[in-house]
């Protein structure tokens, strides 16, 4: 398909003149749909604020990922107490202790926490009975407490880190999708504005020949030949065609701002430079290639696969806490007591005072109804979410069809409104020669003209009904992202 948008009868090069300088592009560069399309994923809000989600989207997963770090404790105290001592006769017992402790603990992939403490404290009292004044104690401890059932093993326990990459991955589907959102609406923005301008480009030729014709049956009325009708008949076609041009300059201005609102923040009085549509015959689609493309690039299809991943994380996680608690726990220790803080550090691995423990706990709601009536809600909810699988997954199968058909349709359009072009350019040349020659009336020129008007126009428009077909089925198969060599972050 030739690169122009239509054909001019070399009749009509002397109408294009007359137009001058009024139907010339902005003075501006020339504007390609790649550099909009490279400005709207630069510029454009809706991506903006979209990208947000992602950034949440992984900084959940850090928080998530953050539940196995090391966790550091440090506990200090001082106190002071002034008492009498019962059973003695002892007066105004004094005692001051400092206590410090410092620990860190460790969460396990199989639900274990760890632990590691040790503390070192100091007595001081007036109490001359006291063997040791002041007394420093140490003591350090390892403890481990395992759930058995509930909470117990790391497909329970990493069940959040598994979520929160699947939200990512989520994230990064919902941002590709509004990235080939943004580049089908630039595409049918930038190709509107194209028709806009190339329309009024049409309604200036008509208003150029009738201006023309207007003028010759003044001429003609002089001579003789035409009457006051012809006159006023080519008056009103002037008429009629300076209204056109002003709707067709109002829809320009609409279009540009449609066009920035996309590509801009708050550029609505930039100049745009001339437009064009692709010179190249877009291809006639494949259907099974393209709905093989569109089950394997389709945002939300993919989305939705990951949300059933979640769903299925969150149906785990509802069977575990569908357990009774059941932990099992041990600890081990040793502790010192001596005259100085390095005397009490120093006798701890060999020590005599030590310490150890074992415990088992169970823990059981009455009838368990609550985590019953979850597992049950996660259950349906997994359900849902495949069924809305198999949904999009048929509506994706009736878009591209509709898609594929599309562009056929438009494809074949495209071609007959050239057709008619070219026959309405023929039918005015005729027309406006039998004119001069005195066999025709001002009447039927101006009707010609009409349908000539309309064929350009109805041919522009099933160029731009084309592309905007083109595009509908490239956001389907998600072809854009590497027709335009863009790359979204995973």
Request: net charge neutral.
């Amino acid at each position: 398909m030739s690169s122009q948008v239509f054909r001019l009868p070399l009749l009509l090069v002397a109408a294009l003149a007359a137009i001058g300088s009024a139907s010339a592009a902005p003075a501006a560069p020339a504007l390609t749909l790649e550099e909009c399309i490279a400005r709207a994923l630069d510029q454009n809000f809706t991506l903006r604020i979209q990208s947000f989600d992602a950034a949440n989207a992984r900084e959940t997963l850090t928080a998530s990922e953050a539940g196995f770090d090391p966790t550091l404790t440090l506990r200090t105290s001082r106190s002071f107490s002034q008492a009498d001592v019962a059973a003695t006769t002892l007066t105004g017992t004094r005692s001051e202790l400092s206590d410090t402790r410092l620990g860190v603990s460790q969460r396990l992939t199989t639900g274990a926490t760890v632990s590691l403490s040790g503390s070192l404290n100091r007595n001081e009292t007036n109490n001359t009975f006291s063997t040791l004044n002041p007394a420093y104690n140490a003591d350090v401890s390892l403890s481990i407490s395992q759930p058995l059932l509930r909470n117990a093993g790391p497909a329970a326990n990493k069940a959040a880190i598994n979520r929160a990459e699947l939200g990512v991955t989520r994230a990064g589907h919902d941002f590709r999708a509004q990235v080939l959102t943004v580049v089908r609406n630039t595409e049918a923005a930038y190709y509107n504005l194209v028709f806009a301008r190339e329309q009024l480009k049409v309604r200036r030729m008509s208003l150029a020949l009738a201006e023309r014709l207007f003028e010759e049956n003044k001429t003609r009325k002089n001579t003789g030949v035409a009457t006051d009708l012809d006159v006023l008949q080519a008056e009103v076609g002037v008429a009629n065609a300076r209204r056109s041009v002003l709707e067709a300059e109002k829809v320009v201005r609409d279009r540009q701002d449609d066009l920035l609102a996309l590509i801009g923040r708050f550029e609505f009085d930039t100049v745009l430079g001339e437009v064009s549509l692709p010179s190249d015959r877009p291809a006639v689609p494949d259907f099974a290639a393209s709905y093989g493309l569109a089950r394997e690039n389709q945002p939300e299809y993919r989305s939705a696969q990951a949300a059933i991943g979640q769903l299925e994380l969150d149906l785990i996680t509802a069977r575990n806490a569908h357990r009774p608690s059941l932990d099992l726990g041990g600890a081990v220790g040793h502790n010192t007591r001596d005259r100085s803080t390095g005397r009490a550090l120093n006798r701890l691995p060999d020590g005599d005072g030590y310490n150890w423990q074992v415990d088992l706990s169970l823990s059981m709601p009455w009838g368990m109804r609550g985590d019953k009536a979850r597992l049950r809600i996660a259950q349906n909810n997994l359900e849902r979410e495949q069924a809305r699988l198999q949904q999009i997954e048929q509506n994706l199968l009736a878009q591209v069809r509709a898609a594929v058909r599309a562009v056929e349709t438009n494809l074949e359009s495209a071609d007959i409104s050239a057709k008619a072009t070219e026959l309405s350019v023929r039918q005015y040349e005729l027309e406006k020669a039998r004119f001069d020659a005195g066999l025709s009336t001002s009447r039927l020129v101006l009707e010609a003209q009409d349908a000539l008007e309309r064929a350009r126009v109805s041919e522009l428009q099933a160029l731009v009904n084309l592309r905007t077909a083109v595009a509908d089925l490239r956001r389907l198969e998600g072809s854009s992202l590497a027709r335009y060599n863009i790359r979204t972050d995973e």
